[in-house]
């Protein structure tokens, strides 16, 4: 009866002697994981390093087919034959337009004054030109070298009118002239007597002058030689 009582009893595992060469292992935390470092490749010792830029072709079975197609494929870094590059096109059709859209002004050196009478009325976009004092039947001159395109009696408000034809579409307007001494199609030097100044235009003997770049009005002062 002692004994069964005996076997009955819990077990107090802390008193008992610790078993020989089974000592448990201490518990050590599992480190952070570390950061993944880049891939390096190092070169072989004495091979230089080679950057590339482009993707990595795939890899095809060495034939005779295979070669001749390699050989016969364009370069990826030069443009096709026969095609100038993006950059070239684009700068050219960049100054093709810019020369289209900017007007090509005369040199001065090419221009002389249609008459020595001063500015009595000054460019506007209402008036289209600028009016020269002076007397009736002083010269009026060719401000350029050119060819008349018309000689006689203008639109209303003109007059008597001479207009010229010259160099990078540019045309000169002589207005309410007394007398006109130059035909349609005649070629013209610059300071050549055209017509005779009138005063149609006011109550004063006057020129009205004009120049216009591919038919719209500009100062002419802009291409006359300063006084």
């Given at each position: 009866?002692?004994?069964?009582?005996?076997?009955?009893?819990?077990?107090?595992?802390?008193?008992?002697?610790?078993?020989?060469?089974?000592?448990?292992?201490?518990?050590?935390?599992?480190?952070?994981?570390?950061?993944?470092?880049?891939?390096?490749?190092?070169?072989?010792?004495?091979?230089?390093?080679?950057?590339?830029?482009?993707?990595?072709?795939?890899?095809?079975?060495?034939?005779?087919a295979a070669l001749a197609d390699?050989?016969?494929?364009?370069?990826?870094?030069?443009?096709?034959?026969?095609?100038?590059?993006?950059?070239?096109?684009?700068?050219?059709?960049?100054?093709?337009?810019?020369?289209?859209?900017?007007?090509?002004?005369?040199?001065?050196?090419?221009?002389?004054?249609?008459?020595?009478?001063?500015?009595?009325?000054?460019?506007?976009?209402?008036?289209?030109?600028?009016?020269?004092?002076?007397?009736?039947?002083?010269?009026?001159?060719?401000?350029?070298?050119?060819?008349?395109?018309?000689?006689?009696?203008?639109?209303?408000?003109?007059?008597?009118?001479?207009?010229?034809?010259?160099?990078?579409?540019l045309l000169s307007v002589y207005a309410?002239?007394?007398?006109?001494?130059?035909?349609?199609?005649?070629?013209?030097?610059?300071?050549?007597?055209?017509?005779?100044?009138?005063?149609?235009?006011?109550?004063?003997?006057?020129?009205?002058?004009?120049?216009?770049?591919?038919?719209?009005?500009?100062?002419?002062?802009?291409?006359?030689?300063?006084?």
């Amino acid at each position: 009866m002692r004994s069964a009582a005996i076997e009955s009893r819990p077990i107090d595992t802390r008193t008992l002697p610790p078993v020989t060469g089974s000592s448990p292992a201490p518990v050590v935390a599992s480190p952070p994981p570390a950061t993944a470092a880049p891939a390096l490749t190092q070169p072989a010792t004495g091979a230089a390093t080679t950057t590339r830029s482009e993707p990595r072709g795939t890899k095809v079975p060495y034939s005779d087919a295979a070669l001749a197609d390699m050989k016969s494929a364009p370069s990826m870094g030069a443009p096709a034959p026969g095609r100038a590059p993006e950059a070239a096109t684009a700068g050219a059709a960049t100054a093709a337009s810019a020369a289209g859209a900017a007007p090509t002004r005369a040199p001065d050196a090419e221009w002389g004054w249609p008459t020595n009478g001063k500015v009595v009325q000054g460019f506007a976009e209402s008036t289209k030109g600028i009016a020269l004092g002076g007397s009736s039947g002083d010269p009026v001159l060719a401000a350029a070298e050119g060819k008349v395109i018309f000689s006689g009696n203008g639109p209303r408000g003109y007059g008597n009118l001479v207009i010229v034809k010259h160099a990078n579409d540019l045309l000169s307007v002589y207005a309410h002239n007394r007398t006109l001494v130059v035909k349609e199609g005649q070629m013209v030097k610059r300071g050549q007597k055209i017509a005779e100044l009138g005063e149609s235009g006011g109550a004063t003997p006057r020129l009205h002058f004009e120049i216009r770049q591919q038919g719209k009005p500009i100062d002419p002062t802009t291409v006359l030689p300063k006084r």
